[in-house]
């Protein structure tokens, strides 16, 4: 799968499943890319990682996708992905170089980053590092969400048909691949610098379709966030919401992530959200601690969760394994 089909995917409001990365370490990174999660997330809000850090993971992702076998390709996917891949290739649909899609098309993990900061220069260099997308952090307002839209996207060219098909139909190239979503509404009229050191291969080098091919994400999280969801959704050229579920509960009113003590408050909140989401059409997405957690949250409504994160899960199973190893004693 690549960032184009991904996109796509994501804006059909499909079910995705990701995991998360806080360690700069490639070479667990492309074992990570290689099990069959739709994506991975790339922290570098809090991650462990700098820039050079989340180029080389980026590069592992897509070494580790490019190794998975057929039977974890194909892990989690519907019965009739195939046939919808299929379809896609047969129609033509994609993105020019970098977004197109085949029968094959779903099979494939792509990186993803959260950003530091909603600003113009961490969102530029993430994708600049060829990511497909970009999650941003403590958006409050539409006007945030707004902001994060146009550091991700290009300035609309001066002549709007110079992305029309060669079919000579006038219709941009760009929809192609919109996944039918509103959010193809807020194509261009960015401010993202051009200068796609890496995407450039590996999403491609036309503006237009690069701003189709790539993803924002606005995390909900922030007593604002949750008070101006809707206004967020409604956003022209937002793919999706991504929840943060540790800094929600504290605006909840949680005097710790998880508090026990606002769990209707906390529950409540995610509900709204997904609900406002699909109201809006938009993706709706949530972060969770484990592959339980995650299938409910997708049973509930939510598009996508990622699952988890490197440390954790590293700390976790050496614990798990010390314990055992110590009983038999």
């Known amino acids: 799968m690549n960032a184009g089909n991904f996109a796509v995917r994501l804006r059909s409001r499909e079910q995705l499943i990701g995991y998360w990365v806080v360690l700069d370490a490639p070479v667990a990174t492309e074992r990570i890319a290689r099990i069959g999660y739709d994506y991975v997330v790339l922290d570098g809000q809090h991650g462990l990682l700098g820039y ?20 974890r390709a194909g892990a989690g996917a519907s019965a009739d992905a195939s046939a919808r891949a299929d379809a896609d290739a047969s129609t033509g649909t994609g993105a020019g170089t970098g977004a197109g899609v085949g029968s094959d098309a779903r099979a494939g993990t792509v990186g993803l980053v959260r950003v530091e900061a909603n600003n113009p220069t961490p969102i530029g260099r993430a994708l600049d590092a060829g ?4 999650i941003v952090p403590l958006v409050d ?8 839209v146009a550091a991700a996207r290009y300035p609309s060219p001066r002549n709007t048909n110079a992305a029309a098909d060669s079919s000579g139909t006038g219709t941009p190239a760009a929809a192609d691949a919109s996944g ?15 200068g796609p050191m890496r995407s450039g291969l590996r999403i491609g080098p036309v503006p237009a379709e690069a701003d189709v091919a790539t993803v924002v994400l606005a995390m909900i999280e922030t007593p604002q966030g949750l008070a101006n969801v809707a206004e967020i959704c409604a956003t022209p050229g937002l793919d999706g919401i991504y929840v943060g579920p540790s800094d929600l509960c504290l605006s909840v009113g949680g005097r710790y992530p998880g508090d026990p003590e606002v769990a209707d408050e906390f529950n409540a909140a995610i509900e709204l959200i997904a609900k406002t989401a699909r109201a809006a059409g938009v993706a709706a997405g ?18 996508y969760a990622t699952v988890s994160s490197d440390l954790t899960h590293l700390e976790e199973i050496a614990t798990t394994h010390l314990e055992t190893a110590r009983s038999a004693g």
Request: hydrophobic share 40%.
């Open 141 to 148: 307002t539409a006007a945030d969400a707004a902001r994060a």
């Open 131 to 134: 990511a497909a997308g970009v």
């Open 52 to 71: 050079q850090g989340l180029l080389t993971n980026l590069m592992a992702i897509d070494a580790g996708s490019s190794l998975r076998t057929p039977a």
């Open 180 to 194: 039918g979503s509103t959010a193809a509404a807020g194509m261009g009229g960015g401010v993202r610098s051009y």
């Open 286 to 303: 949530i972060h969770t601690p484990d592959g339980e957690t995650a299938q409910r949250y997708l049973a509930a409504g939510y598009t």
